[in-house]
């Protein structure tokens, strides 16, 4: 079946370094590609997505790149701020088989 | 729209009772999928329902869980007799079609005493 497998953590960096989380996929068809982030006590919140090969997901600085050659999704931001301290999720749904990666925990520090 | 609306946000329980969570999906939304989160085993899919009949329920644990969409607006996850390895976060989401993004609640926190 369906698989992602995300950079496992904890990821600790300090503030403005630069974030990277690999995250590779494992689908028949097509499927389209998301992050989530999670901060304490909430659900998952949709933080970018992308639907087809060589579409680039951003927001609030985060990008992505959907990799079809690699079947990669990796997680970016160039200058991570202390509030971006979360559990970040990488995902695909194909026809509404929706997967999740285990969740990789990022720390910033002032 | 006020998003997906999990009740109650937290419970606790004792071995043995029955628990039952409900959500109700984003207006519009045609897909709802339960999931569970714990430390172990990270995020589950339960079981998932399109245009309120159940499609994939490969991921629900066992007889004592039980899930129904009785209509659009509306969905429950049963388990009876609750047990300590049930405590987790249960999550409800809803999205409007196939590939799309699903929209998440805020959780349900079980704990079983």
């Known amino acids: 079946g369906d698989s992602v497998t995300q950079m496992e953590g904890p990821v600790t960096l300090s503030e403005e370094a630069c974030l990277t989380i690999n995250c590779t996929y494992t689908a028949t068809g097509y499927p389209s590609l998301f992050w989530y982030v999670q901060y304490p006590g909430e659900g998952l919140q949709l933080l970018l997505k992308a639907t087809k090969a060589d579409d680039k997901g951003s927001n609030k600085g985060f990008e992505a790149t959907y990799r079809k050659e690699t079947t990669s999704f990796h997680l970016e931001k160039g200058s991570v701020q202390v509030s971006d301290s979360a559990v970040y999720f990488c995902?695909?749904?194909?026809?509404?088989?929706?997967?999740f990666g285990a969740g990789t925990r990022l720390t910033v520090k002032p | 729209d006020a998003g997906v609306i999990q009740s109650p946000r937290h419970e606790v329980t004792e071995m043995g009772q029955e628990v039952t969570l409900r959500c109700k999906p984003i207006s519009g939304h045609n897909s709802l999928f339960w999931y569970r989160q714990t430390m172990m085993r990270g995020l589950e899919l339960l079981i998932y329902f399109n245009n309120n009949v159940p499609i994939d329920d490969s991921g629900m644990p066992e007889d004592r869980f039980s899930a129904k969409m009785p209509n659009a607006s509306f969905s429950t996850l049963k388990i009876q007799p609750s047990e300590p390895r049930d405590s987790a976060v249960y999550f409800c989401a809803s999205n409007i079609g196939l590939n799309t993004e699903a929209f998440f609640g805020q959780g349900t926190r079980l704990t079983v005493v």
């Open positions: 995902a695909l749904n194909n026809n509404n088989d929706m997967r």
